[in-house]
C-alpha cells in the first residue's frame, strides 16, 4: 500500500485484542510498522515500535519484513532492520509514487544505495498499479518497475511486487526482464488461473487478511492449488485487516487470524504450516540472525 494512499479507514476504533499464540513461529512477510504505529502525520518513537513488535513476539510471530514505498519509509525500514533483531527490510519507490513522478534518477539511485545494506533484503514494494494510477502515469510506472526488477537482481535479493488490476502486464515485465530468483507477488490478488501462471513460473504468493474477508472464495481457490513451499502470509498493516476484526487498526500481531485461515484453506496442519511458512521466508529473505562483524573479520567478542 501507498503512503499516500489514506490509511484513515484503516485505523478506525481501539486496537483490538491479539489472538491465541501460534503453536510455532511464523513470519509477517510485508508489514509497514511505520504507518501502523505512527500514522501519516508522524514518525513513530523506538518504544513504540519495540512494543509492537514485541507483540508480535508474544503470539509467535518473531520475524517481520517492514516494507518501504518511497524514499523515507524506505531509509527508516532500513534503519529499523539494522537496529532490530527480528526485523529485515524492503527498499522501494511504491508504483503509485512513481506514477505521481517520483521515480526519479535520483530516487532510484538512492533505493539502489539501500538495497546494499545487509539486512535490506527485498526491493519492494514496486510493480503496478492500474487502479489508483491513471493512464498517464502507467509508462512511468512501468519504467520504475523495470529499474526496481535490475537492482534487485544485481544485488542478488528478492523482488517483492504489488500488483492490482495488472495481472496480465506484470507477469509481461516479469517475463520480459527476467524474474529475480525470488519473487514474491505481495498481498495476492488473483484467482486460480493468475495463481497457477505464477507458481509456474516459481513466484512466490503471499495472502493478506483479505483471504478472510467473505467476497474473497477466488483467493482461497487461489491459496488451495499453491504449493506450501510458495506460500508466505502478510498483514501489510494498518491495511487490511483479517474478519473477524475487519475495519479496525491492523498490525503485525494479528497475522495469526490469516495463518490459521491459511491453514484451513490449504487443509494443512497448522504447526506444519508454520514451519512451511518460516521456511519459505527465509529461503526469499535469508536468515533474520543478526552476524557478528568480529566474527567475520576474525576478531573476538
Known amino acids: 500500500m501507498s503512503r499516500s494512499a489514506s490509511s484513515r479507514a484503516n485505523r478506525r476504533g481501539e486496537p483490538p485484542s491479539s489472538p491465541e499464540p501460534l503453536p510455532s513461529p511464523a513470519v509477517d512477510s510485508h508489514t509497514h510498522v511505520d504507518i501502523a504505529v505512527g500514522g501519516e502525520d508522524r514518525e513513530p518513537t523506538e518504544a513504540e515500535v519495540d512494543e509492537a513488535i514485541a507483540a508480535a513476539v508474544a503470539v509467535n510471530v518473531p520475524r517481520l519484513v517492514q516494507v518501504g514505498v518511497d524514499v523515507a519509509s524506505s531509509r527508516w525500514s532500513a534503519e529499523l532492520a539494522a537496529r532490530h533483531p527480528n526485523v529485515l527490510a524492503a527498499v522501494a519507490l511504491h508504483p503509485n509514487e512513481a506514477g505521481a513522478g517520483a521515480a526519479t534518477e535520483a530516487a532510484l539511485a538512492e533505493i539502489d544505495r539501500l538495497a546494499a545494506q545487509p539486512r535490506v533484503r527485498a526491493v519492494g514494494e514496486t510493480g503496478l498499479d492500474r487502479y489508483r494510477t491513471g493512464e498517464d502515469g502507467w509508462a512511468p510506472q512501468e519504467a520504475s518497475f523495470r529499474a526496481h526488477i535490475d537492482i534487485a537482481k544485481r544485488h542478488g535479493i528478492a523482488l517483492v511486487i504489488h500488483d492490482r488490476d495488472a495481472h496480465d502486464d506484470v507477469l509481461r ?117 543478526h552476524e557478528d562483524p568480529s566474527a567475520a573479520s576474525g576478531g573476538t567478542a
Open 173 to 289: 515485465v516479469l517475463d520480459e526482464e527476467g524474474a529475480p530468483e525470488h519473487t514474491v507477488l505481495h498481498c495476492f490478488s488473483g484467482d486460480a488461473g493468475f495463481a497457477r501462471a505464477c507458481i509456474e513460473r516459481g513466484h512466490v504468493l503471499s495472502f493478506a487478511g483479505t483471504l478472510t474477508f467473505g467476497s474473497a472464495g477466488r483467493l482461497r481457490e487461489a491459496a488451495a492449488i499453491t504449493p506450501l513451499d510458495q506460500l508466505l502470509v502478510e498483514t501489510d498493516a494498518p491495511f487490511l485487516t483479517p474478519v473477524p476484526l475487519r475495519g479496525r487498526p491492523n498490525s503485525p500481531r494479528l497475522v495469526p487470524h490469516t495463518v490459521r485461515a491459511l491453514a484451513e484453506v490449504t487443509g494443512t496442519d497448522l504447526k506444519q504450516l508454520c514451519a512451511s511458512l518460516t521456511s519459505t521466508a527465509e529461503r526469499v529473505f535469508g536468515s533474520w540472525q
